[in-house]
């Protein structure tokens, strides 16, 4: 039987006018982003669909991103389309927790822009790197790596594609080593810090303060935890691994291989961008991702589910 996977972008996907239509042409959409700029304390709406420098700067980026993901959602689910299972990669997993039913949709936002300021200001700008290293096989980059201090894998994202982070000066050293023993290329990301590295323990630990004040419930469905690339459906181990995600490996590309072992054939990505997309095609090039990026998007997906099912 076919199973549909929601999934959610992280950071870096964001664009201006992101979920703009949403926002002007649904009422549920413009509910989410009008709760978001009351629990903030500025516009969303602003942040997202106004040029402005905010948008690219971490502690307004995730707030922005999960906001535009919810509100995606909320629309898409009016229209009766439910997802079997739900991931998302970095920040895209609190999306992927409100769309599981686990967490509210105030939480989530709520959350992740504390979640942004603590990531933030954890590392002095400068004292923090990350670098994608391409066409290299991950078990020969943790080879290369795994003597070297202050540098870790950050993402596993697809196969060729591996995020490093740590040290600024250890992430470029590993850079020219990673060159040396066959990495096509390594180019340094334009980020404010080492997220995903040991660096952010610091970060995780306050995180797991503001946590303390989310309502937890148990999974409406299941979701697959950055973490782990484990199905989640206790919700005793939610927060926990919330906290951890901080500071350790983000494995999607195994997270992706969980779902599609257990049935998944069709992912939904819901959000700016078609990032996910494009590393499931290089993950498993037999199964369908279709994307909603813009209001029109939820009716060609919901055609293309229904051409499928007859």
């Given at each position: 039987?076919s199973?549909?996977?929601?999934i959610y ?17 649904t009422e ?15 516009s ?103 003597d ?12 060729g ?5 740590g ?20 180019i340094?990301?334009n ?10 323990t ?109």
């Amino acid at each position: 039987m076919s199973k549909i996977a929601f999934i959610y972008p992280g950071q870096g996907a964001q664009v201006c006018g992101m979920g703009q239509d949403f926002y002007e042409q649904t009422e549920s959409g413009k509910q989410v982003f009008d709760l978001a700029s009351k629990l903030l304390g500025f516009s969303v709406p602003e942040l997202c669909f106004e040029k402005n420098d905010r948008l690219d700067i971490t502690e307004y980026t995730q707030a922005a991103m999960v906001t535009t993901s919810i509100a995606m959602t909320k629309v898409l689910e009016e229209k009766g389309i439910k997802p079997d299972v739900t991931a998302g990669l970095s920040l895209g997993e609190y999306c992927a927790l409100y769309a599981a039913g686990v967490i509210s949709e105030a939480d989530a936002i709520f959350t992740v822009r504390q979640r942004g300021i603590l990531m933030q200001e954890e590392v002095p700008v400068g004292q923090g790197a990350m670098a994608a290293v391409l066409a290299m096989d991950a078990a020969a980059i943790e080879a290369v790596i795994a003597d070297m201090e202050g540098v870790q894998i950050a993402n596993y994202n697809c196969p060729g594609q591996i995020v490093i982070s740590g040290k600024t000066e250890a992430v470029k050293e590993a850079c020219e080593k990673l060159k040396e023993a066959g990495a096509k290329r390594t180019i340094l990301l334009n980020v404010s810090g080492p997220f995903h590295s040991r660096m952010l323990t610091g970060a995780g630990e306050k995180l797991s303060k503001v946590l303390e004040n989310v309502e937890v419930h148990i999974p409406v469905i299941p979701y697959v935890a950055n973490v782990t690339a484990e199905y989640v459906t206790d919700k005793e181990q939610v927060k926990p691994l919330l906290t951890k995600q901080v500071f350790s490996s983000v494995r999607w590309q195994q997270s992706v291989e969980t779902m599609i072992a257990q049935g998944v054939d069709k992912f939904i990505e819901i959000g700016p961008g078609k990032t996910l997309a494009g590393f499931i095609k290089k993950i498993n090039k037999t199964v369908k991702v279709l994307n909603i990026e813009k209001l029109e998007d939820v009716d060609k997906v919901i055609k293309a589910l229904e051409g499928e099912a007859c």
